[in-house]
């Protein structure tokens, strides 16, 4: 990297993003069926422009925001999604730094992602012509998806703005990421997908979202940095305060070569990469859901130190497996203190139950409010750091009851955020059996209140180690 590429690089100041008023959509055409600009355009709160020399009208958007050139348009653009042929991207750079436009994307691929010498050289010019006045995210990407603006790729995107930030270089783990989120209970307050990452890369938007206030959380799925980004990226890493986990992508050899391919960035060494891991407060994931169910308990209950787990069970052989994988993980299922377990054990009253660790409720979880009781207590043990419980699915409807019992959906929803009475985690595993509407309805109640559910002990029990490895580290370095 030469002295002036690297002076360009450190002069990257971003802060103008959360004051985006305005957009244009680049070579927006009929052949898409406007696809981009409709998207935007639906939600978007600002003025927003279509620019395509060849089109003077589009159907269901007003002709006087149609222009032929960014150059045109009378007021300010502060930022532009570019979807143009790649032979005409510079001209369209060019007229964006004469607009003084402030950030834009770039759709367009086949630059250093295509392998080829051409594709490199153009990459390159791209940051030449550039200049230091235009950021630009790409090309190869999607861009920014920003809900509190409404700037989004694509439609049906979720209008609520969250506190969680996420850096890819795939558009397509973005995607998956946006509306799976949605599903789960959270939002993100902006989603970088930088591609290519010429200019802006993962080390410019961590930096970013380190400061940014509309965010809490960083995620990152990143598949190589730049030849001689390294560095730069663990200093990154190093000063972030807020929580921030990884998904490594190219970790594998194959996985390595299928990253030339896709955004031509250097996957690097294993070793090095987990040597970064190693050295750095980052919380390391193996999967996209991993990453979002990191962020999901992290927002609702913060980072904490995991090592003793309280198990509570409406099944003995279920409660056996989660000791099971629990141990696997690390962790630890201690017996009670002894004034809580003489608590406990006033509590239980029908045959076929425990009141040890792990609690098996089996039919007393129908008892008035016991199961609430019951967990209360186990949760006020101080050497008690996390309760995990399982609960079917189809405990949430009435139809298999033999009985109707008064208040029960009442009585268990608010024993489930009970953790946030301790400041302890308490993760239900609500299992996916056959009633999944029941669990949706009571998973969005539950993501309300911020509780996290999940469907199977390994969407979780994995994260608790990690969580409580990274409090460590970070309470080391302060």
Known sequence: MTAQEKDYRNKKDLSFINDIKSMAVIGTSKKRNFFFLRNHFATFKGPIYAVNPSISEISDFPSENIYPSVKDIPGEVDFAFITVPKNKILGIIDDCVVKKVKLVSIFTAEFSDAGTKEGIELELELLKRANNV??????????????????????????EAGNIGFVAQSGGICNIAIYTAKELGFHFSKVFSFGNGTDLDVVDLISFFENDPETNIILCYVEGVKEGRGHDLMSAI??????????????SEIGSNAVQTHTASIAGNTKIWKSVFKQNPIMEVNSLEQLLHIAHLIDCYGIKKIENVAVFSISGGYGVVLVDLLQEAGLNIPNFSPEIQKKLDEQFFIRGTSSRNPLDAAAQLFQGDSIRRIIDIALSDKKIDCLVMDLPSYYFDPRYFF?????????????????????????????????????????KILAAKKVPIFGDPLEVIPLLPIISEYYTKKTQNT
């Open 134 to 159: 235009v950021r630009f995210l790409g090309p190869n990407g999607m861009g920014l998806f920003y809900p509190k603006k409404g700037i989004q790729w694509r439609g049906k995107f979720p209008t």
């Open 403 to 443: 009985t109707p019992i008064e208040n029960f959906e009442e009585i268990i929803i608010d024993t489930l955020c009970l953790g946030h009475k301790y400041n302890k985690p308490l993760i239900p595993i609500i299992q996916r059996t056959h009633t999944p509407e029941e669990r949706r309805r009571v998973s």
């Open 238 to 251: 190093a000063r972030t305060t807020k929580p921030i986990a990884l998904l490594k992508g190219g970790k």
